[in-house]
Each structure stands twice: as C-alpha cells, then as structure tokens.
C-alpha cells in the first residue's frame, strides 16, 4: 500500500530540455504529508526505545536505583556493628565456627554499608541455610594447595566463601610484596561476597587489586536460550591520593541476580533489559527471571552488543575456575538449597605493587580522576556513589529495605535470637524468604 501511494505521488523527471516539473499545493501538501508519516512510522520504534531507557534512567520506581538501600521512606537503620554482630550470631547459630561467621558477616555488611543490598543482608538466609543443611562447611579451613614464584593455588575445603578469600587475598598481598605482581586461584568455595571487599584489602595497603568469581549461571549467551554462564563479576580498586581511589565492581551481566531477588522482596517489577522468560522473551518479572528465565550478558541482547558482555563472563570463567580447577560454566550447580552438593565455586585475585612502576603512580591517578570529575557535566568515577554510602551509613547508620530488614528479624527469631531495637517495630510474619532459600 505505502509503495502504491508513494508511485502516486511521485513526481516525474522532466524530459531533456523542457522546464521544472509543477506540482499543485494540494498535491504538494499531500506528498509532504505521506513523506512524514513513514518517516515517522519508520523511526517511532527507535523513539520508543529511547524513551524507555530514557525514564530507566530517570532513577524512577522502575530504574536499578529502586535496588539502592536509600529508599528513605521505607527504609530501618540500623549502626553497623549491630548488623554485623546479628549476622555473626545467625551464621553460629547456623553451625558456623565463631571466626568464621564474624568473616562472612563482615563482608555481608560491607555490601549494606556501600549501598549494595543485592550483596548484603538479603543473602544471610541462603548462607544460614546452606550451613544448617551442610552444603557448606561452616568450619572448614582453606589451605595453599599449591604455589610457585607469584602464583598459588588455594583448596577452599568447601569453606565460607569469605574464609576462603581471605587466605586468598592474604596470599596474594605477600606475593606482591616479594614479586610485584601476584595471581592467586581457589577452587572448592562459595559465594564470597561484594568482590569489591577483596579488592580493597589490597587497595588499603597501597596496592591495584582486582577480584573475580564464577558463579551459578544465571546468564544466557548471546544467541542462546538456556542459562550457561554466571553474573561473574569483574572488580578492579586502585589507589590514588587522600584517600582518593578508583573502584570498579561490577557484574558482566546486565545486573548481578541480587538486584533482580531485592526487587522481588520489594514486590516490584524490574526495569525492561534485565531478563528473559522461560521462553527466552524480555521479562519483568522477577520471580519468573529468578526461577525459569536468565540474565541478559552485559549490553543486552547482540543487537546491542551483549557479546561483549558475554566474552567478558567467559573470561572471568576463564581465569577463576578453568585456572583454579573449580566447576565451570553450565557444569556449576544452582546456587539452591535444594542443589546436590558442595557448589565448587573458584575465585581469581590479582595484586599489583605500583611501586615496582614508574614513580608517580599515585600522583598520576589522581589527576586523572580529577580531570574526569572536572568533565562538563555531573560526571563521578566508579566508586564515587559507594563512597557517598559509606559516609552516611557512618554518620546515620546503615540501611535497610524495609522488607531485607523483615526478612532478617524473621530468620533472627527462626534461630531463637532477639532482634536489636531497631527492627523491633517490623511483623516478622511479614517477611518474604528468598527465591533461593528453598
């Protein structure tokens, strides 16, 4: 039809030697009018999809910023060695060995105290119940496996993710200091946590450090259907001047899953982009994403680039279980209380001694970063909003989602613990458990 119309109206080329063709204005109007219209039909998609990412990015109920614990009107706070000390006392009451436990509360705070609710407190009831049913080894003891030169190898006996990593780290830093440059693997882990954690334990002793981890695949491949990979995060913290640092954490996938299930307990739907149905179709549903969708790779779908983020995953499958000898890829159980067995996670830690370099490391950074702040605009480096975070979790306490500090009272009183007073007020019958804890 729109071919028809267009023949119509076209205008015909004057023959050689005679004038300008002539149109009428009717006929002028009519052409002008059919022109916009397909060039409008033709782009209103386009437009479509800008708007939508456009309000995502708006920082409304829809956007990631809906993940962000300062959702002020539906928020608890609470002082952060509270919440640590109630964590710890959960995870021992679990069946975890005191040290332990104190380990991976920690770490569970540090997400909390940066703003990531994904990694934090929400994940206290999947570590307490993996411990009570001994898929995790609450008071197991990681060991160097093996090491050679700069690299070492470290079996985490099915340990805390957290217990392992600290031996890892720790052994990454000494390397550093004897070679410059470290690479240190495990095998037979779990979940470790915020990978930022890890990287700034280097980057509070003057060093780069860099953090990885496989994961339960939770992400489709480009051009694929069925999970096969997981939200492996790529985390590199370096220091600059004053207390000044640079700090990337992030997942290769589009969010890591922590942002999909603290939407689900906040009982709202996700942002269009985040995932797929079980038939492979954009969803925003978070239950359906957690339980029989996946992920998508960092930049979507391949029309928008998501083999990048796709490669980058592989990559940091690559270099933490393929090196380490961990579970790999579509191999790696689900991350469920209800799996088979140990999960055999594998993590990879890098620790750079910027000393061994050109003198003036530091000092560079830090111009860098300032002339990045300086760009027209409100441009911030990665690090600058967890940093934000930090401070008003010191000077106000940490916070909650209303619901992630429900659903902890309510596992609190599950292991015969009083609640600290500040979630005293909150109907522990409330609470809605995680996707995963079952």
Known sequence: WRRTRLKRLEVRRPAAGAGPATMSAPSRQLALAAGAGLALGLSLPHIVRLLRRSRDAAGGDESTHAVRAGLEEDSVRLP?????????????????????????????????????????????????????????????????ERSSGCCAVIDGRNALGAVVSHLAMNTALDLAREHGVALVVARRSNHYGAAGFWANLAMNEGMIGMSFTNTTPLAAATGGRTRALGTNPFCCFAPALDGDSFQLDMATTVVPIGKVEVMHRIGK????????????????????????????????????????????GMWIEMMSSVLSGAATGPDVQPWVVSRKGPIDFGHAFIVIDPSRFTPGYTERLQQYIHAMRGLPGSVKVPGDPEREHERDAEARGVVL??????????????????????????????????LYAH
Do not use: M
């Not at 619901?403 to 909150?426: S, Y």
């Open 80 to 144: 952060r060695k509270t919440l640590e000390e109630l964590l710890t006392a959960i995870l021992v009451k679990a069946g975890a060995a005191s040290a332990h436990a104190a380990q991976a509360a920690e770490v569970l705070a540090f997400a909390d105290v940066r703003g990531i609710p994904s990694h934090g407190a929400n994940r206290a009831d999947l570590y307490a119940n993996e411990i009570a049913a001994g898929l995790v080894d609450g008071k197991a003891v990681p060991v160097v």
């Open 269 to 312: 739907s996700v942002p269009t982009g985040w995932g797929v149905d079980r038939l492979g179709q954009t969803c925003t549903s978070p239950e359906e994403i957690v339980r029989f969708g996946a992920l998508y790779p960092l930049g979507g779908a391949a029309e928008t680039a998501g083999y990048k983020g796709y490669g980058l």
């Open 401 to 434: 989602h209303r619901d992630v500090a429900t659903a902890l009272k309510a596992l609190a009183e599950r292991f015969g613990l009083a609640a600290p007073p500040a979630l005293a007020a909150l109907d522990a019958g409330a609470s809605k458990s995680s």
